[in-house]
């Protein structure tokens, strides 16, 4: 099998994941603080062994913890054909950027001039061919983070492991640095997990995504499209991170129907069966105030108003499971007094079609 396979436990901690990219493919790996990315790249990269499980990268059994009729195997980091690049670029802080580039050519029995010829070639690559004779401290953070994916290019991995790349960037550096990386990614056929809490991260670059949740994968699917994770998240995290509110009901025909009766309309997914636990993504341009008592209409309680630009979000309180609560844009002009308040009840029509009920996460 082409591609990436971790299918793992981790070694003295309560991560038990399954993530597999396949041969081109990014995949985005999201959750909370603490919920086990990191470990997962850790699996990835030969930095953990698992305690259970394996890891397989283009067929090759990379790790394995073994088991009946499975030997125990175990390949180190530095022949894994993996490339792990953090937040931190965590070069060193005596080499020049040519040598970093070098150094993993170096490791590879490459000679020193060659190594320094192939390092230039991937500082180029890397729009950093002006940087080569500089140092760490003469380097601003976009700048360390080019070196850092020229040097994780340099290993020519067949799996990019990038663990928050442009987290610790400001809002200039960050931009530039998602465009290298989405060229890099782009094409080839080789695969990538990319940790992010930005959801630009995750448009810009990845084709699936993961979430995590205490140290296990909840929900996966397509980043793009009508029923992907950011338009039609199941999990409260990945609901957050698209900007959109999630109901639970059950399913019901043309919506969702909520615990008080009421029928929120909506679309259901193909395979959701009218009856069964569900959810609802809600995005706020799916909601519009209109006049009280307006037929068809729905109540929102404000719990929180959110300034953005020319419109006012006015945002419902979060759902038992800490699911965000669906929200309605307002023009500041078309605000009336006393609506952009905590505790004010406005009336929202529901463009059904824009919103998608899926089957609720077991
Ligand atoms: N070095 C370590 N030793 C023991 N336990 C650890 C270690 N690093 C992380 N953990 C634990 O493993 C679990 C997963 O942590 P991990 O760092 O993988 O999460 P994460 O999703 O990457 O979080 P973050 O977004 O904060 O980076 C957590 O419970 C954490 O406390």
């Known amino acids: ?16 994941v399954e993530v597999a990219a ?8 999201l959750g909370a603080n603490g919920a086990g990315k990191s470990t997962a790249l850790a699996l990835a990269a030969g930095l953990l062994r698992p305690a259970r499980g394996r890891v397989v990268l283009d067929g090759t059994v990379l790790a394995d913890a073994g088991g009946p009729g499975r030997r125990p195997a175990w390949t180190p980091p530095h022949r894994r054909r993996t490339a792990l690049m ?44 002006g940087l080569a004779d500089r140092r760490p401290a003469q380097l601003s953070g976009g700048q360390q983070q080019r070196v850092a994916l020229a040097r994780a290019l340099a290993a020519e991995p067949r799996a990019l ?10 809002v200039a550096a960050a931009p530039a640095v998602r465009a290298l990386l989405a060229e890099v990614l782009a094409g080839g056929d080789r695969c990538a997990l990319l940790v992010t809490h930005d959801v630009l991260d995750v448009v810009a670059l990845a084709h699936r995504a993961v979430v995590l949740e205490h ?20 999990s409260a995290f990945a609901a957050r991170l698209a900007g959109v509110g999630l109901l639970r009901g059950t399913a019901a025909t043309g919506g969702l129907r909520r615990p008080d009766g009421t029928l929120l309309p909506g679309r259901p997914a193909p395979g959701c069966a009218a009856g069964t636990a ?40 979060d759902g038992p499971g800490g699911e965000p609560g669906p929200a309605v844009d307002v023009p500041l002009a078309a605000l009336r007094p006393g609506a952009a308040v905590p505790g004010a009840t406005l009336a929202v029509a529901v463009d059904a079609a824009a919103v998608r009920v899926r089957a609720a996460l077991g």
């Open 1 to 16: 099998m082409s591609g990436l396979l971790v299918a793992a436990t981790a070694p003295d901690r309560d991560v038990d």
């Open 22 to 29: 396949g041969p081109g493919e990014v995949v985005a790996v």
């Open 86 to 129: 953090t937040q931190d670029a965590l070069l060193l802080p005596h080499l020049a950027a040519r040598d970093d580039v070098a150094f993993p050519l170096r490791a590879r029995g490459v000679g020193r001039r060659e190594a320094r010829r192939r390092a230039e070639g991937w500082l180029a690559r890397v729009d950093a061919a």
């Open 161 to 170: 492991l990038l663990d928050e790349p442009t987290a610790a960037l400001d």
């Open 215 to 234: 140290g296990r994968v909840v929900e996966q699917g397509p980043v793009h499209g009508p029923d992907g994770v950011l338009a039609a998240p199941r």
């Open 278 to 317: 569900a959810v609802a993504a809600v995005p706020p341009s799916a909601l519009r105030v209109v006049p009280a008592g307006t037929a068809g209409a729905l109540p929102l309680v404000v719990a929180a108003v959110e300034p953005r630009g020319d419109v006012v979000r006015l945002r419902a309180a």
